[in-house]
């Protein structure tokens, strides 16, 4: 490539109302013209992208469709204002040489830390006590619920990358916790360097007093915490979400509480969501809910930001992009990025 893309190339980029932190917006409009869509519906988008001629599009919660792809020639890169990428259509940006870009590594401290709180609350028994103060139970519930110890006991961690392992540290850290994993990532001795142990999906459950699952949403994880994973797991064990709600069957985590088969649940994902008015899990005693911002603290949501909005700069600069998601477009003829660095060169 020949030339300074920087210096013929205007950089636009689409934002979506409720958008990113000013601290990424600041660096957007300093190296491109940032144009914001009122919404995130698929046609708002698509509008967006081509009226402002937008080679990159920012998302955070909306949907990244194939239509989007298809509609719009210009649109050379996605960059997701986070880690997890399940509404971004992967196979379809890849077919039409789209580059996604995520942000894996600015929040992972923050989601483990509210995994943890989760592990905690419905161990101790915060929320459950709080109301029975709140309703004159004091004595009545002290005297008739008492709460776990999590010193020494063991945990299993479904995902052990950068939240899971986290997650495995400060566990092993604080509590003197017996950490087992599973990863297909990472064999024995991988998982061994996190301070975890190696074991079958089935082991894990059955051993665990507290099962937290730390992966993505794919074919292979969705609904993996089932009615069968559920009757594995060890009696009055916990069960804590702040990955995705799609891995879990969630009526059949209300059944195994309902049951007295599991103590407890601290879930900050659900399926679906937003969690509609009136749905069981709201009013379950043995669940803690959050409103799925594990990762979304004031720390984490400004380098997530500042990172993604560097990433789409910089890539659109001609610089090797970070946080590559769909590695394969790279190599693809019709890689749109590609054609339009060549083409300002």
């Known amino acids: 490539m020949t030339g300074d893309p920087m210096k013929t190339l205007t950089k636009k980029v689409v934002l979506i109302h409720p958008t990113i932190r000013p601290v990424g917006v600041e660096i957007l409009e300093k190296r491109g013209e940032v144009t914001l869509a009122p919404d995130g519906d698929e046609r708002t988008i698509i509008d967006a992208i081509n009226a402002s001629g937008a080679q990159a599009v920012i998302v955070r919660v909306e949907s990244a469709t194939r239509a989007i792809f298809e509609a719009c020639p210009n649109l050379c890169l996605v960059g997701m ?57 004091f004595v009545a519930y002290r005297n008739s619920h008492l709460p776990q110890e999590i010193e020494g006991k063991t945990l299993f961690v479904i995902g052990v990358g950068r939240i899971g392992g986290e997650m495995a540290r400060k566990c092993k850290a604080a509590f003197n916790m017996r950490v087992l994993g599973i990863d297909p990532a990472y064999d024995a001795e991988g998982l061994a360097a996190k301070g975890v142990e190696q074991v079958t999906f089935e082991e894990g459950l059955a051993q665990a007093d507290f099962v937290t699952i730390h992966t993505p949403l794919n074919p292979t994880t969705r ?17 804590i979400n702040d990955a995705r709600g799609g891995t879990m069957d969630q009526a059949a985590l209300l059944a195994a509480l309902d049951s007295g088969h599991l103590a407890g649940a601290g879930l900050d994902v659900f399926d679906p969501e937003p969690v509609p008015a009136g749905d069981p899990v709201t009013s379950h005693p043995g669940v803690v809910m959050t409103p799925h911002f594990a990762g979304d603290t004031v720390e984490a949501r400004s380098r997530c930001s500042q990172t993604i909005a560097t990433a789409i700069m910089d890539a659109l600069d001609g610089l090797p992009p970070e946080g590559v998601v769909n590695a394969g477009v790279l190599s693809r003829p019709d890689y749109r990025l590609a054609r339009l660095l060549a083409s300002a060169g």
């Open 223 to 239: 609904k993996m915490m089932d009615a069968r994973a559920f009757a594995l797991m060890k009696p009055g064990a916990i069960f």
């Open 81 to 137: 204002h986070g880690v997890g990428t399940d509404a971004i259509d992967l196979d379809a940006a890849t077919d039409t040489g789209v580059l996604v870009l995520n942000t894996p590594w600015v929040n992972y401290k923050s989601t483990s830390e509210h995994a943890l709180a989760l592990m905690m609350a419905v161990a101790k028994k915060v929320m459950p006590g709080h109301r029975a103060v709140q309703e004159g139970a």
